[in-house]
């Protein structure tokens, strides 16, 4: 009975590590955004969007991250 204490922790210790995983995945999109957004040299006209898509899905999982 008492090593059923650990796995009634184990869901709660998840839900502490998936804000820290929606932080670190809205980082590395949104630097994938501006990395590209630097990177702008070939003039292409789909590239623009790419970038928003890329800015605004990592502010959308900072978003999750807050719920």
């Known amino acids: 009975m008492w090593n059923f204490r650990f796995f009634t922790l184990l869901p709660i210790l998840f839900c502490l590590l998936s804000p820290l995983n929606f932080f670190v995945l809205g980082s590395l999109e949104i630097f994938h955004g ?33 719920l």
Do not use: M, S
């Open 34 to 66: 501006i990395r590209l957004n630097f990177c702008f040299n070939e003039g292409k006209c789909g590239q623009v969007a790419e970038i928003v898509g890329y800015i605004i899905g990592g502010v959308d999982r900072y978003l999750i991250r807050l």
